[in-house]
RNA sequence: UGCGGGGUGGAGCAGCGGCAGCUCGUUGGGCUCAUAACCCAAAGGUCCUAGGUUCGAAUCCUAGCCCCGCUACCA
């Protein structure tokens, strides 16, 4: 395996709040295998930011009658809050209407250009004459050709289901001010697909450790055939086009956003003043990158992006992409318009991070689509995360703190079951680590938590409460093990539940940190201010191995970790949900 | 239309050629250190349907039904 790790985050789009959707899809994965790749001593970059360019933003800015910068200042403004309450330990979270990603960008649109990768050509699209400008597809509405349904969407039929072209729309209308548009021709950059179809295919040959609807889907997209595709559209909201006679055009947001992964690590090096250290990440043979998005987004990161890494040269492919299915909400698509959906701002008002990342993780679509429901996430808390591990760790140290005068006792002799038990923790750590360094984080959250259960059964055995009349030493014995174990829980769980994990290393009475530390920080780019978060590991204290409790050491007063949560939550949140909450 | 994923005990999932497994729930028992938590045991399954391959299929093949997503100008 190699030193080196640069684990890239999608870029969420700056209209909105975060909602449950972006977590568990894209944002928690990448986060629970930062944290353990730092664990394991690796050399750990994460980094994404907020996609702030693009049409939406610039029609929502309209529609507000305020400018784009609004919009994207307040909705990054509001993620980077949610980033560090749940605890995403990004290394840089930036967004794309910076200087460095502005010169990153068009330093590879012109290299792809120098390189004949991307061609100059024309196309007609709908133009609306009082709104002035272009119209995506999906921005123009009209009667569809094949169903006469008068209510077409430009992109696709939404009563036949078809897809469309805009063009093919009878009695076409602008979406905004309903005025007839006209076909224009305009002229746009095209990036030649077709070029990379032969490497992109050798490339996805050798991918075993990939999942297999990943895999399928990339290489369904090869063998039908790539295309060139635009890259560039007519608004003014984005990265301005590095030619002349082209300035009023933007770089599409998707080829934009995707270098953000390389902008950003940049932007990261010369923050830690270490301007060459990005080429650690991009360049050596000794670094894996991972990607992590929804399913929606395979098509940019196995197809796209890998093209335009291929066509600048000397920078690394990815090494996994593992993308995730979707998330619904009680049964239904999360959708932002329709307001269905559970925003991180508003349940962090409400909920600790950890037991929303329990409940996320162990319902992640790893290989297919699941579900949120609010019975489900009480039950998963109360049943499992309180049950299990916070009610096994508060009777261990309440035990110890009271009956052994607030320290590690000092044991006896191990016998064979104290030994099975520390054993067993040990393989924990081969286990949990073996499944989270396969992406599998479902199978390693029930690994870890089966090792809960383990140190649960030790104790109704050993039963310390019992021997603690007749023979104390055997107490003590049992006690320490079993403080050992929760030592190594707390390890385990790490990456899936940092805050709790600190907070169990403090009751054991270590000192220092083992999840680092994040903030938000105001950077300044030639006098021009953005807002991003950090992280800094670098005074970490964890490891990921068995616990080495020293004896004697003193244990600070235990609190429960986690809350059993009310039957009445559920009812309240569905109620609020209804009722169009949240926002 | 094409493509991808999925249909397994009450719920959610794993297994993908060799006695059908996990978490939760249910029932019975144990324990009483602990957040009525913990531990043990039991009940509960036509593995979507119909054919086929095989000594043997939930697992492979064929046909069909149903659900979800994508289909390149939303990101």
């Known amino acids: 395996m190699s030193d080196k790790v640069l684990v890239c985050v999608a870029w969420p789009y700056a209209d909105g709040p975060l909602h449950l959707g972006h977590i568990t899809g894209a944002m928690l994965p990448p986060d629970i295998l930062a944290r353990y790749m730092r664990l394991l001593g690796k050399d750990v970059v994460m980094v994404s930011g907020s996609d702030t360019h693009g049409t939406p933003i610039t029609v929502r800015a309209e ?48 290299t792809l250009l120098d390189k004949g990768y991307i061609f100059l050509d024309s196309m007609t699209q709908f133009y609306c004459d009082h709104c002035q400008r272009y119209l995506a597809d999906r921005f123009v509405e009209g009667t569809c050709p094949h169903c006469d349904y008068d209510n ?78 635009a890259i560039t559209r007519d608004i003014d909201w984005g990265v ?37 250290r990005w080429r650690d990440f ?44 979707n998330l619904n909400l009680e049964g239904r698509t999360f959708s932002k318009s329709r307001n269905w959906a559970i925003f991180v701002p508003d349940l962090l008002e409400r909920y600790d991070p950890d037991p929303v990342r329990y409940v996320l993780t162990a319902t992640m679509p790893e290989a297919q689509d699941s579900d949120f429901t609010w019975r489900d996430f009480v039950r998963r808390n109360n049943d499992e995360l309180v049950a299990t591990y ?10 110890a703190y009271r009956r052994f005068d607030g320290q590690v006792p000092q044991p006896g002799r191990l016998e064979a079951a104290d030994h099975q038990l520390l054993d067993a923790m040990t393989r924990a750590f081969v286990d949990v680590g073996r499944e989270i360094g396969a992406c599998h984080f479902r199978a390693g959250l029930s690994a870890a938590m089966a090792a809960a259960a383990e140190v649960n059964r030790y104790l109704d055995v050993a039963a310390p409460w019992k021997t603690i009349k007749s023979n104390p030493q055997a107490a003590a014995t049992s006690i320490y093990v079993a403080l050992r174990a929760i030592d190594s829980l707390k390890t385990l769980f790490l990456p899936f539940l ?38 800094d590991g670098s005074k970490n204290v964890g490891e990921w191995a068995p616990s080495h409790l020293p004896v004697g050491q003193k244990l600070r007063d235990p609190k429960p970790l986690f809350v059993k949560l009310e039957d009445e939550v559920i009812e309240q949140e569905v109620a609020r949900l209804k009722g169009g909450g949240g926002h």
């Not at 979406?175 to 006209?182: E, L």
């Not at 709790?500 to 054991?508: F, G, K, V, Y």
């Open 498 to 535: 940092p805050k709790s994990s600190q907070a169990l290393h403090e009751m054991l009475g270590y000192k220092g940190t083992i999840i680092g530390r994040q903030w938000i920080e105001e950077i300044s780019e030639d006098g021009v201010k953005h807002r991003v978060v950090r992280y």
């Open 240 to 276: 301005p086009v590095p030619v002349e006679g082209f300035e009023h055009k933007v770089i599409y947001v998707w080829f934009d956003a995707v270098i953000g992964y390389l902008s950003a690590t940049i932007e990261w090096a010369q923050l830690q003043g270490k301007e060459e």
């Open 390 to 399: 916070g009610n096994l760790v508060h009777r261990v140290l309440t035990f």
């Open 152 to 229: 077409a969407r430009g992109d696709q039929c939404d009563h036949c289901g078809r897809p469309l072209d805009a063009l093919e729309l009878k009695l076409p209308r602008c979406r905004f001010c309903g005025a007839t548009p006209h076909p224009q021709e305009t002229e746009h950059y095209f990036l030649d697909l077709t070029k990379f179809s032969e490497p992109l295919h050798e490339w996805l040959k050798d991918k075993p450790h990939w999942r297999s609807n990943v895999l399928n889907f990339a290489r369904g997209l090869l063998e039908s055939g790539l295309r060139p595709r």
């Open 63 to 110: 529609l507000e009658g305020v400018k784009p910068i609004e919009i994207v200042e307040r909705y990054h403004n509001n993620m980077l809050d949610s980033l560090v309450g749940l605890g995403l330990a990004y290394d840089l979270y930036t967004h794309t209407n910076t200087e460095n990603h502005k010169a990153v960008t068009q330093d590879m649109f012109l």
């Open 282 to 325: 991009w360049q050596s043979e000794d670094c894996q990158s991972y990607y992590f998005m929804g399913k929606d987004n395979i098509w940019f990161h196995t197809i796209i992006w890998p093209a335009m890494l291929l066509g600048y040269g000397d920078l690394n492919l990815p090494y996994d992409v593992p993308a995730n299915e």
